[in-house]
């Protein structure tokens, strides 16, 4: 088995591009169609973009935000770091409401607080510094997780997987399309499905086009045929990303993770979570805890502008949902692979 990796084959996508002076997102509402950058020039740019889901996934909302920080410190004066911490606070505050679910809009913010508290007269330049080093970090962990997740697949396995988890919802590569991409550069996955995600279409906007980049041809599935799709014995694994990892391994992950979770272990599917660390958090005991982000009804009325429901009906769309750990056969990050993971596991490798 070939191990190495030919990262500029795969992997031409980039949805955040800072400037020296502005940030530039991919923007995703617009994707396939349509491949153009947004320019944010202010934080308060960087929330509207965050919130309006033009940039998306967990790691790159957690960037995002790294460097909305840095466009709003332009708009303060401090002397240090802790002066600069105190006037930045209520923007810090700001951009953490942008999202609820993922952690790592949170974990972000609070790294870059407290490389700022201790920054003395050049606290601008060490911000600047920390938004480039967390996306520089969250890259590198994402190919090492690649390889560590792929490591799990036998050959000629078929896969599906579920959102966008690629180099669009990263700094790049990706998480489980970082352990695809990976798996199918080793020959070990035969065929990737890609579920269309409703109501936004993650999967048949993003993951189709950005796998179509790279020259893998995924298969598009509709959400409800995944349980079908494994009966029929075509994929061995199910691997999907994560916007929150609570201390016992219940996984927070786009709406419809639950139920690929259900099928795949009725089916003798493997399934598998891959995220940074960035995504584990240790303070939330278990899945009960999480903030279940709801998004407008009126995402589930229309399709590019054209009605795909009754008038007048009402809808519920809750945009995430909870798989217990007791559902999950590994969960990968860039450090290490937990099978079958629970508290004591968790604990193990993320305790303080
Ligand atoms: O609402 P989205 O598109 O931001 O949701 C994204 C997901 O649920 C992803 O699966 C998750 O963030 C992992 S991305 C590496």
Not at 30 to 36: C, K, N, Q, T, W
Not at 94 to 121: E, I
Request: net charge negative.
């Amino acid at each position: 088995m070939n191990d190495t990796f030919d990262f500029d084959r795969y992997d031409r996508v980039r949805p955040i591009r800072w400037t020296g002076d502005a940030l530039e997102l991919l923007d995703q509402r617009r994707l396939p169609f349509h491949v153009e950058y947004v320019r944010c020039e202010t934080s308060e740019d960087v929330f509207d973009a965050i919130r309006a889901l033009t940039v998306r996934g967990a790691p790159a909302i957690g960037i995002a935000a790294a460097w909305g920080l840095v466009l709003a410190a332009r708009e303060i004066k401090a002397e240090d770091g802790a002066a600069a911490v105190l006037a930045l606070e209520p923007a810090i505050a700001h951009l953490n409401d942008a999202r609820p679910t993922a952690v790592n809009l949170a974990w972000a913010l609070a790294r870059m607080r407290r490389v700022l508290a201790s920054a003395g007269r050049d606290w601008r330049e060490v911000l600047e510094r920390e938004a480039g080093a967390i996306a520089d970090e969250d890259l590198a962990a994402n190919r090492h997780m690649g390889s560590l997740g792929a490591a799990l697949i036998a050959p000629g396995s078929g896969v599906l997987t579920h959102c966008n988890t690629g180099s669009l919802a990263t700094a790049g590569f990706g998480t489980a399309l970082g352990v695809i991409r990976a798996g199918v550069a080793q020959q070990r996955i035969s065929q990737v499905f890609a579920g269309e995600t409703r109501p936004w279409l993650q999967g048949a906007r993003l993951t189709a086009w950005e796998l179509q980049q790279d020259g893998i041809a995924p298969i598009l599935v509709a959400d409800s045929a995944a349980a079908h799709l494994m009966k029929t014995g075509q994929v061995q694994w199910v691997i999907v990303g994560a916007d929150r990892i609570c201390a016992n391994g219940d996984t927070a992950n786009k709406i419809g993770t639950y139920q690929l979770a259900i099928a795949a272990r009725h089916h003798g599917v493997n399934f598998m979570v891959a995220a940074p660390s960035s995504t584990v958090d240790m303070a939330m005991p278990d899945g009960d805890g999480i903030h279940i982000e709801e998004r407008d009804a009126a995402e589930l009325f229309h399709l590019g502008g054209v009605a795909t429901a009754a008038e007048g009906i009402a809808a519920w769309n809750p945009v995430f949902d909870i798989t217990p750990h007791g559902l999950i056969d590994a969960i990968v990050t860039e450090r290490g692979v937990i099978t079958q993971p629970d508290a004591t596991a968790m604990q193990a490798a993320f305790g303080a």
